[in-house]
């Protein structure tokens, strides 16, 4: 049974940080090509950042460069987003996507919060 779970969402003041995990299982994730996307209330979800299976390449929407960064362990399954200098237009439910070819996967998201 395939499963993304993310987990490190919550509240955080402007500035702040937080480091968001999502854990896969039931596929084979050292072969699949990882992104992070998030929908805040009213809006299309939207690409954050992106991370090739060997996790040499990464890209990341203008609105998050500088601030997040977006790594893996194939190790442990898992992917990271580490977000920094936050600011209340991050506010959203982050998603984790694995995707190869056809075959694409979804997370059931975490909620981030920015707000004093």
């Known amino acids: 049974q395939v499963q993304l779970v993310e987990s490190g969402g919550g509240l955080v003041q402007p500035g702040g940080s937080l480091r968001l995990s999502c854990v896969a299982s039931?596929?084979?994730?050292?072969?699949?090509?990882m992104d992070w996307y998030r929908q805040a209330p009213g809006k299309e979800r939207e690409l954050v950042a992106g991370?090739?299976?060997?996790?040499?390449?990464?890209n990341y929407a203008d609105s998050v460069k500088g601030r997040f960064t977006i790594s893996r362990d194939n190790a442990k399954n898992t992917m990271y987003l580490q977000m920094n200098s936050l600011k209340p237009e991050d506010t959203a439910v982050y998603y984790c996507?694995?995707?190869?070819?056809?075959?694409?996967?979804w997370g059931q998201g975490t909620q981030v919060t920015v707000s004093s």
């Open positions: 996507r694995a995707a190869l070819g056809e075959d694409t996967y």
């Open positions: 039931g596929f084979t994730f050292g072969f699949y090509a």
């Open positions: 991370i090739i299976s060997t996790g040499t390449s990464t």
